[in-house]
């Protein structure tokens, strides 16, 4: 019967999911944009432009799918929306599973699940074609296996190297996980290396530096101004917790943490433990590494919060089920508004960023704009819409570029306004103002939405 209840939530998930995806449009991120452009560079041939002027990390695996989602053609972008938003159901399951193994306990195991899969910043990433929702998914679904049926070496680094491809944070996980449950297995520690060997021979055949990837991620965190170190790590562990988690979660999973503890030594447990100790290793060591402090590389350890605030919610309702009720009836407005807040700002947030794509769409492919494009490359004011444009236009490093990397006098220069599109879009870290200002001898051409197209020939 369980099981029977199972598979009609999951059809249900599944079905939300893909009416969500058709009636609100969403489009990747900058990361996500890159990896289409560098995917269909694969397709034609060439090297993909991994040097280009502040292009994010390349991530092997992830450049695989979006060369297969570039088959589609200028629906590649949508389809690699909605593959992520199917990756976030399974990534909810798998939570699912993994709670229902450590907590034993179905009720507590959906709260968890439902903790986790509804994080507006989870929600986000998976709107916007995050790399890190497949991450997470096949992260949760190792750990869920492993607590669920026992040691089974092969199938949890499989999950753990292709989740390696994705992000290095896996790496750290598989080797924790050989040292805890094959250490003396060799074929053990080399499928441990696959993936960090396969991601510094990739960077090694397309840059001719096998370390590209870190230092590029290094500098760039340099060049936008992010914020980087052992000491900004330390400070932002528990605000970025709270943020990804929710602070009343995180709350509710610190109390979890406390109610499993007198069986810290079940296999299962350490499961769970080894999760949280793996992500908040890693984020330390991406502030050593001198990489970006992002909130992003917590990931990890606020959906283990989101687990065992699961079962301390539940063990509340149970304990004092008259005091719950009554704090929920009271709290219940301030809850309400809480969750129509959160949706209010996801919708809005992907409202502008639709918006935004719409525009950059509409611009590009008016006449005049068109035939602007042959006296020189389209220009934008700095990085941030920069694979967008390659995208839309297929279009090659030579043809668009960004003003705050060299300023060009010749073709088509975009620029934003509106307050927030410029702020968002036309003003960058450590880029002059000046490149959203049009100069002589642009002349403008054309204006769709929050775009305007100056051209000079």
């Given at each position: 019967?369980?099981?029977?209840n ?10 939300a ?22 995917g269909r560079?694969l ?7 991994f040097?280009?002027?502040?292009a994010?990390?390349?991530?092997p ?36 599973r ?7 306990d ?9 903790f986790?899969?509804s ?34 070496t ?45 991601w ?5 055949a ?16 340099d ?5 980087q ?18 602070e ?5 999973g610190?109390?979890?943490?406390v ?9 299962p447990?350490?499961?769970?433990a080894?999760?949280f ?16 402090v992002?909130?992003r590389y ?5 959906v283990?919060?989101c ?17 719950v009720?009554?704090v ?20 809005t947030?992907?409202?502008f960023t ?7 769409v ?8 068109q ?9 934008l ?9 390659r ?8 043809e668009?570029?960004?003003r ?21 879009y036309?003003r ?21 939405g929050?775009?305007v ?5």
């Open positions: 019967m369980r099981a029977r199972e598979r009609v939530a999951l059809g249900a998930l599944v079905v999911t893909l009416l969500a995806w058709a009636l609100v449009p969403a489009h990747p991120n900058y990361d996500s944009y890159y990896h289409l452009v560098w560079e397709l034609d041939g060439l090297t993909p432009t040097e280009a002027y502040q994010p990390t390349q991530h695996l992830w450049l695989v799918v979006c060369a297969a989602a570039g088959l589609a053609g200028e629906q590649g972008d949508r389809l690699l929306v909605l593959l992520t938003a199917l990756a976030h159901v399974a990534f909810a399951w798998a939570v699912y993994l709670g229902r193994a450590v907590l034993r179905t009720p507590a195991a959906v709260l968890g699940a439902l986790a899969g994080s507006f910043a989870l929600l986000l990433y998976a709107a916007r074609a995050y790399v890190d929702v497949p991450f997470l998914a096949l992260v949760l679904w190792a750990a869920a296996l492993e607590a669920e049926r026992g040691p089974h092969p199938r949890t680094l499989g999950l753990l190297t292709a989740a390696g491809l994705l992000r290095p944070e896996a790496w750290v996980l598989s080797g924790l996980y050989v040292l805890w449950a094959a250490r003396r297995d060799l074929l053990a520690y080399v499928a441990a290396a696959i993936a960090p060997v396969t510094a021979l990739v960077d090694l397309v840059t001719g530096d096998p370390l590209w990837s870190l230092n590029a991620t290094s500098d760039l965190a060049e936008l101004g992010r914020p170190g052992l000491e900004e790590a330390v400070r932002s562990f528990f605000s970025f917790l709270g943020g990804t988690a929710r009343p979660v995180a709350v509710l610190v109390a979890g943490a109610l499993l503890w007198p069986r810290r030594r079940e296999r447990v350490q499961v769970l080894g999760l100790a793996a992500g908040t290793l890693t984020f330390a060591a991406t502030g050593v590494a001198g990489l970006s992002l909130p917590l990931t990890v350890p606020a283990v919060l687990v065992l605030a699961g079962a301390a919610a539940l063990a509340a309702w149970r304990a004092r089920r008259a005091v009720v009554a929920l009836v009271l709290a219940s407005p301030a809850v309400a508004w809480f969750a129509v807040t959160r949706l209010d700002r996801l919708d947030e992907l409202t639709r918006a935004i794509h719409d525009d950059l509409a611009v590009l492919d008016v006449p005049a704009v035939r602007a494009r042959r006296c020189g490359p389209v220009t004011p700095n990085y941030r819409l920069v694979p967008d444009t995208w839309v236009l297929d279009a090659s490093q030579r668009v570029g960004s705050s990397a060299r300023e060009r006098d010749r073709g088509v220069a975009l620029f934003l306004v509106g307050e927030k599109p410029a702020r968002r036309g960058a870290a450590g880029a002059s103002p000046r490149t959203n200002q049009p100069r002589p001898p642009l002349r403008r051409i054309a204006r769709r929050a775009l197209a100056y051209a000079a020939c």
